[in-house]
C-alpha cells in the first residue's frame, strides 16, 4: 500500500483554462499538485494495481472544475476540515463518501466548511470535482436575504439525481464543463461568470439545505428590510421554541407592523412563514436520515421541529410537497 501524508491545503482559483495536470503512476507528483486545490488529507493505495491517475483541470476561475481518476484503488483520509464547497459528480466506476466520519449512501454528494471529508474511490472511477469557496453562496445567499449568513449554509449532503431540480443542476454542471473549453468561454469572461453564478445559484435552489425556505424567493433582497430580518431570524433560529413577538422584536418593529408586512410583501402570516421554513428542515431531514446525518422517524422529525401533533404535520407537509413524510424518508432509503 502506497501513502502520502498530509496533501492538501486551500484551493486556489487562478484565472484561466485548464487542461490534462497529470497522467502518470507518481503518487507523490499527484498528491503535490492537487495539494493547493483540495482539503488536507492522506491518500492512500489499497490495491496491488499500480496508481494510474488522470487529473484534469476543467476551468480554474470563481468556481473550479476538474474531472480526477486515480486508476487504482484508493482511500482518502480527511485531516483537516473544508473551507470551501466540495460536489462529486461521479462519471464513471465506483466509490463511496464518509462526511464527519458518517457514511453516505451515495458518492454524488456535497460538502462544505467546517466539514470533514473521506473517500475511498474503485480503480476504475473517476469524478468531477466541483469547487465552490464559500464566500460565493454567501453572497448569493446575501442577495436574496440583504445579509450575509452567520454560519456556512449546510446542504443535505446526498444529491437526489432523480428530482427534477437536481437533474437539470447537474445538466447544468456538464455543460459549464463542454461549455468551459469552448471559444466563447476564452473570450468572454463575462460569459463565463454567468455561467458561474447559475452554478452557485443553482445549487442554492436545487438542493435543500438549512435556508431553502428563506432563499426560495419569499425572502428576496427586494422586501423591505424589517421583513427580510423576520426571515432570516426564523431560519437562523427555527429549531428555538420562538414567537411572533421574537420575529418582531429582531425585525425591529411591532407585531403589528409585521403581521401587515408579511400579509402584503410575502401574502401569508409570520406563524405560517415558520411552519414553511421548519417543513423545509423537517424535509431536509427526512432526506437526510439514510445516511445518518438526521432522525431516522417521522416522528423525531416531527418533534424535532416543534410538530407535536403529527396528523397536521402530515397535512401541511403533502400540502407542501405532494407526498407524505412517509414516502419521503422511505425513498431517501431507496425503497420509493
Not at 453564478?197 to 443553482?202: D, P
Request: with cysteine; charged share 20%; aromatic share 6%.
Amino acid at each position: 500500500m502506497s501513502e502520502v501524508g498530509a496533501v492538501g491545503s486551500e484551493p486556489q482559483t487562478p484565472a484561466g483554462d485548464g487542461g490534462l495536470l497529470f497522467r502518470g503512476r507518481d503518487v507523490e507528483e499527484l498528491s503535490d499538485l492537487i495539494r493547493v486545490r483540495f482539503a488536507p488529507h492522506r491518500l492512500s493505495v489499497l490495491a496491488d494495481l499500480p496508481l494510474d491517475g488522470r487529473f484534469r483541470c476543467v476551468r480554474e476561475g470563481t468556481v473550479a472544475l476538474y474531472e480526477l481518476g486515480y486508476g487504482s484503488e484508493v482511500d482518502v483520509t480527511p485531516e483537516a476540515p473544508l473551507d470551501f464547497y466540495n460536489i462529486h459528480v461521479p462519471l464513471a466506476g465506483d466509490g463511496a463518501v464518509t462526511l464527519n466520519g458518517k457514511l453516505l449512501s451515495s458518492p454524488l454528494s456535497v460538502a462544505g466548511p467546517d466539514q470533514k471529508l473521506g473517500m475511498r474511490w474503485s480503480h476504475d472511477s473517476v469524478n468531477r470535482v466541483l469547487i465552490i469557496p464559500r464566500r460565493s453562496i454567501d453572497q448569493a445567499v446575501a442577495v436574496r436575504l440583504g445579509d450575509l449568513p452567520q454560519r456556512p449554509v449546510d446542504f443535505v449532503p446526498v444529491l437526489d439525481d432523480r428530482a427534477e431540480p437536481v437533474k437539470a443542476w447537474l445538466t447544468a454542471v456538464a455543460h459549464f464543463a463542454e461549455f468551459a473549453g469552448s471559444a466563447l468561454a476564452a473570450r468572454s469572461p463575462l460569459a463565463v461568470q454567468h455561467f458561474e453564478q447559475l452554478l452557485v445559484n443553482g445549487l442554492l435552489d436545487a438542493q435543500p439545505h438549512v435556508l431553502s425556505e428563506a432563499v426560495a424567493g419569499r425572502g428576496c433582497a427586494a422586501l423591505p428590510s424589517a421583513v427580510r430580518r423576520a426571515t432570516a431570524f426564523c431560519a437562523e433560529h427555527a429549531a428555538e421554541p420562538i414567537s411572533v413577538a421574537d420575529m418582531a422584536q429582531a425585525a425591529r418593529v411591532g407585531v403589528r407592523s409585521l403581521r401587515e408586512g408579511f400579509r402584503m410583501h410575502l401574502d401569508t402570516t409570520p406563524l405560517a412563514y415558520l411552519r414553511g421554513v421548519r417543513l423545509d428542515l423537517a424535509r431536509r431531514d427526512l432526506l437526510a436520515a439514510a445516511d445518518g446525518d438526521a432522525p431516522r422517524t417521522v416522528t423525531d422529525v416531527a418533534l424535532r421541529w416543534g410538530f407535536t401533533h403529527l396528523g397536521r404535520f402530515t397535512g401541511h407537509y403533502r400540502k407542501a410537497y405532494g407526498e407524505t413524510p412517509s414516502q419521503t424518508l422511505r425513498s431517501s432509503f431507496g425503497f420509493g
